[in-house]
């Protein structure tokens, strides 16, 4: 009910944990890792929750902002989000149908047109933009200095620092409230963010008890943030310094060959039996995540040992309020599906032995042209190794 | 409607505000997506020193339904 009196809407504050450096030397802002408490405090039975939105979801929106706070109160847990994609707060509007039109939004880039965030006035602009450049997202991975020739695995590489910094955001919350309860660490994550959740599982599989995948990519060289034809136009622009190979599933149109996909190959590093409880839920009609890709990775992580389950949104469940459609779930939606489809995971799921921060222990991550070296020493920290001559 | 009320949904939404009646909702203005949603939400309590609890404000459909809600909490339509 609305209240005429405005009481405290939230318990929130900001940390700032410093960023992974790049092995390309690559400086990299702190980490902006927003966090919403119980407003009745945290006690030794509180938990985390590391709320992982999908691409251009800014964490400041107001939604996302009350969308923690809920999950904190509701669920006694401190709730995370971490700006992966490096927005500010003053950043708060999201996609609009105008931003959608892809293809004309990349004409305006190519043609160099300067002011383009600006103008639009709309943010979310800025973040498309450094990823359709690779200028960001992909710059580390895909820069030619290291990587001069692509190999068909880049796609495998995609998302690694993304996911440390996840990791990061949770150890910084740890030092923080020490007398958390760290057996109760969950994600609810969505699309691209459900993505980043499923790297941070597989670098860390018995910090987590449970993962909620709302529409998660199994891989991101499906055409994810765009379709294929288009990444290979701003590749071919002169203006950019990166490169792909053409074999690359980046630059597949849709659908993506399924016999691209190598999960065995992506879940390789895990080398101790995953802990968390891993809820897909994707729509039967989503044209982003297809079915059949969304039960292959099902097949490849019960083979890795972890404990899944694949709910499938068909046109039958839609009921207009909690699931509107069957299609990719976005924005808003996200509460209602987490409170519908992860109630029980937020309240009653412990992972029942260490994590990886208690073990001290390191992971090995091979990559296009080396491999990445994950240690949880402390904050976790990211190693390139080169085996490249 | 609250002129209030319609001038904080027409800057947010950056329409003309006489599109803005009770009826106007995601279904008729297409700037007003899902997240647009609740930014208006925030500006509104803002504007009116009013919360809403999220369950309640999940369930606005259009923009006579924050008109219903404000009123309930004491503001005068006018």
């Not at chain 1, 305006?108 to 300067?114: M, S, V, Y």
């Not at chain 1, 590093?269 to 039967?284: E, F, I, K, L, Q």
């Amino acid at each position: 009910m609305s209240s005429r009196r405005r009481k405290p809407r939230e318990q929130s504050r900001i940390l700032r944990p410093p960023a992974q450096p790049t092995e390309h030397g690559l400086a990299r802002e702190p980490l902006q890792v927003f966090v919403a408490t119980p407003r009745r405090g945290v006690r030794r039975s509180t938990g985390v929750v590391l709320v992982s939105l999908g691409f251009a979801n800014p964490n400041a929106n107001p939604f996302f902002v009350r969308l923690r706070q809920q999950l904190a109160d509701r669920f006694d847990l401190i709730a995370v989000g971490v700006d992966y994609l490096g927005t500010r707060a003053k950043e708060s509007r999201t996609l609009t149908p105008q931003l959608l039109d892809q293809d004309a939004l990349i004409q305006r880039a190519l043609a160099g047109e300067p002011s383009l965030g600006t103008a639009a006035g709309l943010v979310g602009i800025g973040e498309i933009l450094r990823v359709l450049v690779g200028q960001d997202l992909s710059r580390e991975f895909l820069l030619v200095e290291r990587m001069p020739a692509q190999t068909p695995k880049d796609y495998i590489d995609f998302g690694v620092i993304q996911a440390v910094d996840l990791l990061t955001a949770l150890h910084a919350v740890r030092e923080a409230w020490p007398k958390a309860n760290f057996r109760r660490v969950h994600i609810v994550a969505s699309s691209l963010g459900a993505f980043l959740a499923h790297q941070a599982l597989r670098l860390a599989p018995r910090a987590f008890a449970s993962v909620l995948d709302i529409s998660g990519k199994p891989l991101l060289g499906e055409g994810y943030l765009l379709h294929g034809h288009r990444r290979k136009a701003l590749m071919d622009n002169s203006n950019t310094r990166v490169s792909l190979d053409n074999d690359s599933p980046y630059c597949d149109t849709l659908p993506l060959s399924l016999s691209s996909i190598d999960l065995r190959n992506q879940l390789r590093p895990w080398n101790h039996p995953c802990s968390a409880v891993v809820r897909m839920v994707t729509g039967a009609e989503d044209d982003l995540v297809p079915l059949e890709h969304k039960r292959r990775q099902q097949a490849a992580l019960d083979r890795a040992g972890a404990h899944t389950e694949l709910r499938v949104v068909g046109v039958a469940e839609v009921d207009g309020t909690v699931v509107k459609h069957a299609g990719h779930g976005l924005g808003a939606e996200f509460y209602q599906l987490i409170l519908a489809l992860g109630t029980d995971l937020l309240r009653d799921s412990e992972s029942p032995g260490p994590g990886e921060f208690e073990e001290r222990s390191s992971l090995c991550l091979p990559v296009s042209g080396g491999h990445y070296t994950v240690h949880y020493d402390g904050p976790p920290t990211l190693a390139f190794t080169s085996d490249c001559p | 409607m609250n002129p209030e009320l319609i001038r904080v949904c027409a800057d947010l939404l950056e329409v003309d505000p006489s599109l803005l009646g009770p009826d106007a909702s995601s279904e008729t203005i297409p700037a007003w997506d899902s997240l647009l949603h609740w930014e208006i939400i925030a500006e509104v309590e803002e504007a009116f020193d009013v919360t809403f609890d999220m369950d309640q404000a999940v369930g606005f459909q259009k923009l006579g339904d924050i008109q219903a809600a404000l009123e309930a909490a004491g503001v005068e339509s006018r």
